[in-house]
């Protein structure tokens, strides 16, 4: 007369816990994994039959131009092949003289084969924005002019551990040498502290926001207390990882999470002047810069790979998986509400928080424009890489 009890036992705690695991296992968001590349149609790209590549040509033209100083056995790192994959396509780039963007879709169409990109069975991702910003400086430390804005300095040393059979790891460091050893550099808040005797001051900005901005970009353009305008480009770096300092404002229940954007970031900074200083410096990274003509003002500050930018046709990825000079399909939101942004990139720089194989940076020029959309991008989306048709089936 108990068996049926009994059953009624078992059924809860063994089989109801199982079939619950099932269910859970079953609806779960998947994981995000390792980088996977998934062949795809052209077709399969959404809007790219009425999209515009004209300004992702321009763009590849110029990362050609960068290829032609290379032998062809050189690496272009990732799954990028070598130089010589990637001649032919540079050929056929600059040979096109059209300027109808249907003709230029066919050259991408004939010499590239698109590849989905995802993280394991993740292939959403994130997609942010950059700017090239206007300062205001002088050579002279007087008056409002009180934050520097330093060069490379002369005890800054860069290693990179692939060059190292024995270290085991493709990561670059930074750092200074002491009595034969190799240590960590200064930090932020060290320098903001005790300066640096190392490098040279470049100018000096006058707004501490401002310049900390300028470290977030990597690049920008100063307007000196003469008159005189240049460019100021990224020139090193001092070895500490990027930490976001929106994530810190979070963390101190400054600025709710689904309020947090660039624009909330600067906003918190001006309005809390006595606090400002100590959030900049949980960001223990530190950017050095070189100066340099305005060249065509079209254009943004070269890129890590070298080339100037190209507003609305460059973008920054994680080079851990990604090679730079190669074509980009985003798929995401454009910063003003509901708006697409479907559009062809060539992938041209990197960047401290630019991590992860569905991740990308944006590049919007210069202006108050490209600075307000920078300021409001931050759309999920997903990632398509174009490559030469030698490379795509390895």
């Known amino acids: 007369m108990r068996r049926p009890r009994f059953l009624a036992t078992v059924f809860l705690f063994l089989v109801v816990p199982i079939a619950a695991a099932a269910v859970w296992w079953l609806t779960r968001p998947p994981i995000?994994?390792?980088?996977?590349?998934?062949?795809?149609?052209?077709?399969?790209?959404?809007?790219?039959?009425?999209?515009?590549?004209?300004?992702?040509?321009a763009a590849f033209r110029r990362s050609c131009e960068d290829l032609k100083n290379k032998p062809p056995p050189a690496s272009l790192g990732a799954y990028g092949g070598t130089v010589a994959d990637w001649r032919e396509a540079c050929t056929q780039a600059q040979a096109i003289q059209a300027k109808d963007k249907q003709v230029v879709r066919h050259f991408f169409e004939e010499a590239f084969a698109p590849l989905q990109v995802s993280a394991g069975a993740v292939a959403d991702g994130l997609f942010t924005g950059y700017y090239e910003p206007q300062l205001h400086g002088s050579r002279t430390k007087h008056g409002r002019y009180q934050t520097p804005v330093y060069g490379l300095p002369g005890d800054l040393v860069t290693v990179d551990l692939s060059r190292f059979p024995s270290a085991q790891s493709t990561q670059r460091i930074a750092g200074r040498i002491d009595d034969g050893k190799l240590l960590p550099y200064a930090t932020r808040a060290e320098i903001d502290a005790n300066g640096l005797g190392s490098a040279d001051v470049l100018f000096y900005g006058d707004d501490p926001i401002a310049v900390f901005f300028l470290h977030i970009q990597g690049s920008g353009r100063v307007v000196f207390d003469d008159g005189k305008v240049v460019r100021i480009a990224y020139a090193g770096q001092n070895g500490w990882p990027y930490t976001a300092i929106?994530?810190?404002?979070?963390?101190?229940?400054?600025?709710?999470?689904?309020?947090?954007?660039?624009?909330?970031?600067?906003?918190?900074?001006?309005?809390?002047?006595?606090?400002?200083?100590?959030?900049?410096?949980?960001?223990?990274?530190?950017?050095?810069?070189?100066?340099?003509?305005?060249?065509?003002?079209?254009?943004?500050?070269?890129?890590?790979?070298?080339?100037?930018?190209?507003?609305?046709?460059?973008?920054a990825v994680d080079m851990k998986f990604h090679p730079l000079?190669?074509?980009?399909?985003?798929?995401?939101?454009?910063?003003?509400?509901?708006?697409?942004?479907?559009?062809?990139?060539i992938a041209q720089d990197t960047g401290?928080?630019?991590?992860?194989?569905?991740?990308?940076?944006?590049?919007?020029?210069?202006?108050?424009?490209?600075?307000?959309?920078?300021?409001?991008?931050?759309?999920?989306?997903?990632?398509?890489?174009?490559?030469?048709?030698?490379i795509a089936p390895r």
């Open 32 to 57: 995000a994994g390792p980088l996977k590349l998934t062949p795809v149609a052209f077709a399969d790209l959404p809007d790219w039959a009425t999209s515009d590549p004209r300004p992702a040509l």
């Open 246 to 315: 929106g994530k810190t404002l979070i963390a101190h229940g400054a600025v709710p999470r689904d309020k947090m954007s660039m624009r909330a970031i600067r906003d918190w900074l001006h309005a809390n002047p006595a606090k400002a200083r100590a959030i900049m410096e949980s960001d223990a990274s530190f950017i050095f810069f070189r100066e340099l003509p305005i060249g065509n003002p079209r254009l943004g500050a070269p890129g890590a790979e070298g080339p100037s930018l190209t507003p609305g046709a460059s973008i």
């Open 325 to 345: 000079g190669a074509p980009f399909y985003v798929v995401t939101n454009s910063p003003d509400a509901g708006g697409k942004l479907h559009r062809l990139f």
């Open 352 to 390: 401290g928080a630019i991590r992860g194989c569905v991740r990308a940076d944006l590049f919007f020029g210069f202006g108050a424009q490209a600075e307000r959309d920078a300021g409001g991008m931050k759309q999920n989306g997903q990632l398509y890489v174009l490559l030469p048709k030698s």
